[in-house]
């Protein structure tokens, strides 16, 4: 499973968070900047492994983000060992487990033309998301598109993502080009990659929130004990 998501617009203006400074001499901002226009990050995310792949653009139209998926999609099912086109018989695609076939996403059976399914991925409900050309595409390379319900984007962990990587490349930092912004970004990645973490719903992080939680409120070790069962 993957998902996939845009970010931004960020803007080349001093950002917001935390920066490191010398003893006695705080951090200065200029009082004007021009404004000069931003940059977005097309993210494509692996929750079980915590692998990015992500893209810095000055804008995200149909145009920009639906051939850079079809790459990413691409090269992501030939590493993993697949053919770009999946030709085998039907006897084989009929033996295929329920996660492989059509129907047990869709609720019917599509046509014999297309492989069994190969991908998750997990997409926020926008229309340029659900275009013909794109949906269609995406069939045949047996990629079944998941949309989040609308007004419920947070679902997609990519979001999350994206939140971990501009806080890395942006706080407290002053873009003053859009490239500047892009190439931060891309690093950020670079640097992610090389040590990825991967992402767990009810993880050990959420376990010792809860914990920090129980604590706060009752500071009985009596409490705590019965959380733990």
């Known amino acids: 499973m993957w998902c996939q998501d845009e970010a931004g617009p960020y803007a080349t203006r001093p950002q917001p968070g935390a920066s490191w400074q010398l003893q006695g001499h705080p951090q200065l901002q200029p009082h004007e900047y021009l404004r000069d226009g931003g940059a977005k990050l097309m993210t494509?995310?692996?929750?079980?492994?915590?692998?990015?792949?992500?893209?810095?653009?000055?804008?995200?139209?149909?145009?920009v983000l639906h051939p850079w998926m079809q790459e990413q999609l691409l090269d992501i099912l030939a590493n993993e060992g697949g053919r770009k086109?999946?030709?085998?018989?039907?006897?084989?695609?009929?033996?295929?487990?329920p996660y492989h076939q059509w129907e047990t996403w869709l609720g019917w059976r599509l046509s014999d033309r297309y492989p069994p399914v190969r991908m998750i991925l997990i997409w926020d409900n926008l229309a340029g998301h659900r275009s013909d050309a794109m949906v269609r595409w995406l069939f045949e390379h047996g990629i079944m598109p998941l949309y989040t319900p609308l007004g419920g984007s947070w679902l997609n962990m990519a979001e999350s993502m994206q939140r971990?990587?501009?806080?890395?490349?942006l706080s407290g930092q002053y873009p003053q080009t859009p490239e500047h912004i892009i190439s931060w970004l891309e690093q950020t990645v670079i640097g992610w990659n090389q040590d990825p973490t991967p992402f767990v719903w009810n993880g050990k992080r959420r376990e010792r929130r809860q914990r920090a939680r129980l604590r706060r409120l009752a500071g009985s070790g009596a409490a705590l004990l019965s959380y733990a069962r």
């Open 164 to 169: 971990i990587l501009v806080r890395r490349a």
């Open 85 to 97: 086109k999946d030709t085998c018989p039907r006897e084989k695609r009929r033996e295929a487990t």
């Open 44 to 63: 494509l995310f692996r929750p079980a492994t915590g692998e990015v792949r992500a893209k810095g653009v000055h804008s995200v139209t149909n145009a």
